[in-house]
C-alpha cells in the first residue's frame, strides 16, 4: 500500500510538471510573436491612413468615379436620332402610270429643358456618391480606432497574463516538487496546476486575439504592426473629457440622406421634363404624278396625353420623401446617441479610477498578506489561489473597460467622421 501510494504520488508529480511545461514558453516570452514591425504610430495617423487606404473607401473611390459616367448623358446636345422616311407609290390605270415618291427627313428637338435638367441630375449623382465616400471614411476610422484600442488593450493584457502565469507556474512547479518529497498534498498541487493552466489558456486567447487585430488594422491602414512596446493608452474623452457631446449635425450619414433626397428630386425633374416629347422637325421632298419636284417643311409633335413618365416620378418622389424622412428620424436619434456614448465614456472612466487606484492596489496587499501567511504555516494554499484569482480578475476587468471605452470611441467617431 505504502508503494502504491508513493507511485501515486509520483504520478500525479509528473502529470502537473507535465500539464505546465509545454506553456512555458508563452510565459517567459515578453510579447507575442506576432510579424515584426516598427512601433505602431499614433492614433491620428493610423485613423488618416484607414481613411484613405481601407477597402471600403477605395471601392467607395472607385464608385465614385463611375458616377461621373452620367455627365456623358448631360452633355448631350438636345437633338434626337434623325428620322428618314421615303415612300414610294404608283398608278397602273387610267391617264396617270407614273411614281410619286415622298421623302421626309425629321430631326427631334427638346424643347422642355431635359438636357439643363439631366445636368442637374448628373451632378446630384456625383454629389451622392461623394458623401458615400466620406462615409465610407467614417466608418474606416471608426473601425480603426476600435483595431487600435484592441491592439493597445489586448498587448496590456498579454503582459499582465504574462506576470501572473509566470507567478502561477513557479508556484506550481515549487508544490510539484514538494509533492514528490512528500511535503505537499495532491490536492495543493493539483490546485496550483490548475491555476497555471487557466493563465496559460488565456495567454493564447490573447495571443489569438491579437493576431486578429494586427490583420485588421494591415487591411484598414496597409501597416503591419506588432504588439510589441505598445504601452496602454486611454482613449479621447475618457474620465470626463468630453465636456459637452460632440456635434453631430455634420454626420457623413447626414449627407449621404440629403444628397439622396437631392438627387431623387433632381430625377424626378428630369423624368418630367421628358414625359412633354420633343418637337420634330422635318424637311420635305419628292416627284409628284406628272414628274414635277416639291419642297416642304413640317412639324410634329407627340402630346403626352396618356403617358408622361407618371411611374417612374412617382417611385422617385417616393424615394425622395423616405431619404427626407430618414434624415429626421437619424437626427434625433443620433443625437441622442451621442449624448448616451459620452456619458457612458465618462461613467467608465470613473469605474477605470475606481480599480485602478482602490481595488487592485486592496487586491495586491490582500494577496500579499494570504501569501505571507500560507508561507508561515498559519493559511492554506486555496486562500492564496482566491487571492490571487480575484487580483487576476480585477486586473483584466480593468482592461475590459478599456477596452469598452475604446469600442465606444470608435462609435461615436462612426456617427461624427471626427476623432475628439
Not at 57 to 62: D, E, N
Not at 120 to 130: K, M, P
Amino acid at each position: 500500500m505504502l508503494l502504491q501510494a508513493r507511485l501515486r504520488t509520483l504520478f500525479v508529480a509528473f502529470a502537473s510538471a507535465f500539464v505546465f511545461l509545454p506553456n512555458r514558453v508563452h510565459a517567459e516570452s515578453p510579447a507575442p510573436p506576432i510579424a515584426a514591425s516598427t512601433s505602431p504610430p499614433a492614433l491620428r495617423e493610423l485613423v488618416q491612413l484607414a481613411r484613405e487606404r481601407a477597402p471600403e473607401v477605395v471601392l467607395g473611390r472607385s464608385a465614385l468615379t463611375a458616377s461621373r459616367s452620367s455627365y456623358a448623358n448631360a452633355r448631350l446636345a438636345p437633338l434626337g436620332n434623325p428620322l428618314l422616311e421615303v415612300k414610294v407609290q404608283g398608278a397602273t390605270k387610267d391617264v396617270v402610270k407614273d411614281v410619286n415618291i415622298e421623302s421626309a427627313l425629321w430631326l427631334p428637338v427638346e424643347i422642355s429643358g431635359q438636357k439643363s435638367r439631366r445636368g442637374r441630375e448628373a451632378d446630384d449623382f456625383v454629389e451622392l456618391h461623394q458623401a458615400m465616400l466620406e462615409q465610407a471614411r467614417a466608418a474606416a476610422a471608426g473601425r480603426a480606432v476600435r483595431a487600435y484600442g484592441a491592439l493597445v488593450v489586448g498587448a496590456s493584457r498579454f503582459r499582465v497574463l504574462t506576470e501572473l502565469a509566470t507567478t502561477a507556474q513557479s508556484e506550481a512547479r515549487y508544490f510539484a516538487e514538494r509533492m514528490a518529497i512528500g511535503d505537499a498534498t495532491e490536492k495543493d498541487a493539483a490546485l496550483a496546476a490548475v491555476d497555471a493552466a487557466r493563465h496559460q489558456m488565456a495567454l493564447s486567447e490573447t495571443k489569438s486575439e491579437l493576431l486578429r487585430v494586427v490583420g485588421d488594422l494591415f487591411e484598414l491602414t496597409g501597416r503591419n504592426l506588432s504588439a510589441e512596446g505598445v504601452s496602454e493608452a486611454l482613449p479621447p474623452g475618457f474620465s470626463g473629457a468630453l465636456r459637452a457631446p460632440p456635434a453631430v449635425e455634420r454626420s457623413p450619414l447626414f449627407r449621404v440622406l440629403a444628397a439622396q433626397a437631392k438627387y431623387y428630386g433632381a430625377a424626378r425633374d428630369r423624368l418630367e421634363s421628358e414625359g412633354w416629347s420633343p418637337l420634330s422637325v422635318g424637311l420635305l421632298a419628292g416627284r409628284g404624278d406628272v414628274g414635277e419636284t416639291r419642297f416642304g417643311a413640317g412639324l410634329a409633335y407627340a402630346f403626352p396625353t396618356f403617358r408622361a413618365n407618371q411611374g417612374e416620378r412617382a417611385r422617385a418622389d417616393a424615394e425622395r420623401v423616405r431619404a427626407l424622412d430618414e434624415l429626421s428620424l437619424r437626427r434625433e436619434l443620433f443625437a441622442r446617441r451621442a449624448v448616451l456614448l459620452t456619458s457612458e465614456l465618462s461613467e467608465l472612466g470613473r469605474a477605470f479610477e475606481i480599480v485602478t487606484h482602490a481595488a487592485l492596489p486592496a487586491a495586491e496587499r490582500a494577496l500579499a498578506a494570504a501569501s505571507e501567511t500560507y508561507r508561515v504555516g498559519k493559511g492554506d494554499l486555496l486562500s492564496v489561489l482566491v487571492s490571487r484569482r480575484d487580483f487576476s480578475s480585477l486586473s483584466l476587468r480593468r482592461l475590459e473597460i478599456l477596452d469598452k471605452s475604446w469600442q465606444l470611441l470608435g462609435d461615436l467617431v462612426e456617427i461624427t467622421g471626427e476623432l475628439p
